[in-house]
């Protein structure tokens, strides 16, 4: 049976690729949808119900169903499903040319660098539609949701049609980012979210949760020689190898991300197991 965070049905509505599959009262092709605030939570209910994910500012989602202040859907970056505030939604203009490679970025009003008027903070994956450039080419113009100019620096923008090459340079500009359980963005992250924002910048597809993760690339024997990016995998926990003796994750011993020795995550947690990409 297909794993719950993924199936995109509720029991009551189901996309259309899944008719035959499962039960359910309907089935809908959904309705595209861009979020339109900074980061917006995935819960797992309704009404309540636990933070699962997040997502920032212009991801993708497929809304399938709308019950009451909450919508039911699918996010474009990986197939997770949930519920979000449908507040937080916004019509999908098209297609994104540029993402943020910052761990943070803003938006601004004018393409001025020492800009008096309200800035807005934006997380590393957010996405832009690129329209101009202004300055010396130092601030990009993007498109908004809302219609409204902004722009961005143009040094925290990565054309979309260029992957990073390396995840772990990625997942090391997100260190010192506080530890955030179910966090996707620069201001908050948890460590299968540091995975995957890592490996989802280098074109490679990746879950969001770590137990999801352990499917990844190849399992190494235990005592195998570390390379950097190497996968390390405790019950619940994921972290990336910097190099043979350090690590890279995101955990609620130290409430951030960190790199610290191997040795002493092994000697805090256990003994993990491996698998190479």
Not at 38 to 62: I, N, S, Y
Not at 96 to 118: D, G, I, W
Not at 132 to 149: K, M, N, Q, S, T
Not at 268 to 273: K, M, N, S
């Amino acid at each position: 049976m297909s794993d719950p965070r993924l199936l995109a049905s509720n029991g009551r509505v189901a996309h259309l690729s899944l008719r035959g599959q499962v039960k359910a009262e309907r089935f809908v092709e959904g309705r595209m949808m861009r979020v339109s605030a900074t980061v917006a939570p995935l819960f797992d209910a309704p009404d309540g119900g636990r933070r699962q994910r997040e997502l920032v500012l212009h991801e993708r989602f497929l809304v399938l169903e709308e019950r009451g202040a909450r919508v039911f859907g699918r996010a474009g970056r990986d197939g997770y499903v949930g519920w979000m505030p449908g507040a937080v939604l916004a019509p999908d203009p098209g297609a994104m040319t540029h993402v943020v490679a910052a761990r943070q970025s803003y938006l601004c009003p004018e393409p001025v660098v020492k800009n008096s008027a309200a800035i807005v903070p934006v997380s590393f994956g957010s996405a832009f539609r690129v329209v101009a450039l202004h300055d010396g080419d130092r601030w990009a113009e993007v498109a908004r949701l809302e219609g409204a100019r902004a722009f961005v620096p143009a040094a925290h923008l990565r054309p979309l049609d260029r992957p990073e090459a390396d995840p772990v340079a990625v997942a090391l500009r997100f260190l010192g980012t506080p530890y955030h359980w179910g966090g996707n963005s620069g201001f908050g992250i948890d460590c299968s979210g540091l995975v995957q924002a890592a490996l989802l910048a280098c074109g490679m597809e990746c879950p969001g949760d770590s137990d999801l993760q352990r499917h990844l690339g190849c399992a190494l024997p235990q005592g195998a020689a570390v390379r950097r990016g190497d996968l390390f995998f405790w019950p619940g926990h994921v972290a990336l190898a910097v190099d043979a003796g350090q690590l890279l994750h995101a955990n609620a011993h130290h409430m951030a991300v960190v790199q610290e020795p191997i040795a002493d995550a092994v000697a805090r947690i256990g003994v993990p197991w491996m698998r190479r990409l």
